[in-house]
């Protein structure tokens, strides 16, 4: 007999209950100039949340204007909290509840956006950005940690439910994790225990700040998606130790390494005319044309591409789990979340549709018509993100590039 399906029943985090089981993803908006919550993002996640979804996902919050990557992203600081709590305001009326992922970018940003040259956990040179990278001091740490519980402070002003700590894709806690950006020689390098150790250190401060009433929800990766990164024996140590050790109480399971290995994370290819085309004037956008193909190579795309690597974390842990990447049909959903899943997580099938949530109530074969062309990634870089089929006048060579990359 057909299992019947629990995606529209409530869940539980921690202290909080969702109404259903879909998270939208923190996808960066890229809707924060001056690093400020603006009406776009507004917009976006009350229609989101107006769209049946459980829970939405502020992305990619800095905790310290070091942590910043991006002219366009929100960084967690006093005086934004208001317009944060008018998002939440207007998630929560209707009937989602809200969450913001804090993350730190560390080696992936450049002096003019960060305010200084990047830092991680070692000293190097970054391609992809590219910079000069800075080791950081045992000093810096401690502090960096401490920023990580001051910003979960901040949530809980700004009204949200729950926090989601980056932890994956190969930004600051991931470049402690992995051998690929730790070659530290003192007590956070070597050994995998002394390279989760500021992971460790983020959690307590984050588990501090978030009491009784938040939910904490942690992005991590199962493979960095390249030789020489991390891969399943040690991830699933690293989600043990945030199930037994650290008190995570949801765990997203992703995967790839901005960079690395960046379309490991979201599969298809990367549009380079889509990308360079927003890009401001200057050497970058030629530098892109002629070396990203080579730097940024294609991984194919499959309905639900993380699956196989995330049931071997359903076998090995008990806590509640969130399965991202590539979910586009309410087939593939109710098959994830029969598999044992606690939640769903989708990023494109909620750009290309907000109300896909609403369509899937009321049609269990309902699809969405994402065709992972990764338009919305290229354009993200330098304005608002955005799915193509919901702009007018495109550029007929960005329409070309689209079509031929969609649905392959
Ligand atoms: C436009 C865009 C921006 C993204 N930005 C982030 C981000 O800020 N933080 C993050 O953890 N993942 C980010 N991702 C990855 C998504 O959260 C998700 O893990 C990935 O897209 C796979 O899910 P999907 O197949 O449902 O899109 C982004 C994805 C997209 C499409
Ligand atoms: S731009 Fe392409 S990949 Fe992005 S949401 Fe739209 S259809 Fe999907």
Not at 123 to 149: C, Q
Not at 277 to 282: Q, T, V
Request: proline fraction near 5%; charged fraction near 20%; hydrophobic fraction near 40%.
């Amino acid at each position: 007999m057909e299992k019947e399906s629990v995606l529209f029943t409530p869940g539980k985090i921690g202290p909080l209950t969702l109404r259903n089981r879909t998270i939208r993803a923190a996808a960066f908006e890229s809707m924060c100039p001056g690093n400020a919550p603006s009406d776009m993002l507004y917009d976006y996640h009350k229609s989101v949340a107006a769209g049946g979804i459980g829970m939405t996902t502020l992305a990619y919050a800095a905790v310290t204007q070091s942590g910043l990557s991006f002219e366009r992203q929100l960084w967690m600081r006093p005086d934004i909290i208001p317009g944060v709590k008018r998002i939440t305001d207007a998630i929560h009326k209707e009937g989602a509840a809200a969450s913001i992922q804090l993350g730190h970018c560390g080696n992936m940003s450049h002096k003019n956006i960060c305010g200084c040259t990047p830092i991680s956990a070692s000293s190097g040179f970054n391609i992809y950005s590219p910079t000069l990278v800075r080791g950081m001091k045992p000093s810096e740490i401690v502090a960096m940690a401490k920023a990580f519980g001051q910003a979960v402070h901040l949530a809980r002003e700004a009204g949200m439910d729950a926090v989601e700590i980056h932890a994956g894709h190969g930004y600051l806690i991931s470049q402690f994790l992995s051998p690929y950006t730790n070659h530290r020689k003192d007590e956070y390098g070597g050994s995998l225990q002394n390279r989760m150790r500021f992971m460790k250190m983020c959690m307590d401060e984050v588990m501090k700040a978030a009491g009784q009433d938040m939910a904490v929800l942690v992005k991590m990766n199962m493979r960095d998606g390249f030789k020489g990164g991390m891969e399943l024996d040690e991830t699933l140590e690293v989600a043990r130790t945030l199930q037994d050790e650290c008190g995570a109480q949801a765990l997203i399971l992703s995967g790839g390494f901005v960079s690395r290995a960046p379309m490991y994370v979201m599969r298809g290819s990367m549009p380079i005319h889509a990308l360079t085309h927003y890009m401001p004037f200057g050497w970058l956008p030629i530098g892109v044309k002629m070396a990203g193909r080579f730097m940024i190579p294609s991984v194919p795309f499959k309905e639900a591409y993380f699956l196989e690597d995330a049931l071997k974390f359903r076998a090995a842990l008990k806590m509640p789990l969130v399965y991202v990447g590539g979910l586009i049909s309410r087939e593939k959903i109710d098959e994830v979340l029969n598999d044992g899943f606690e939640f769903v997580s989708m990023a494109r099938a909620l750009l290309n549709d907000p109300s896909f949530v609403n369509k899937m109530k009321e049609d269990e074969h309902a699809r969405c018509d994402c065709g992972h062309s990764n338009y919305c990634i290229a354009r993200m870089y330098s304005i608002e993100m955005a799915c193509h089929k919901h702009i007018q006048n495109l550029p007929k060579s960005i329409v070309k590039e689209i079509e031929k990359l969609e649905y392959k």
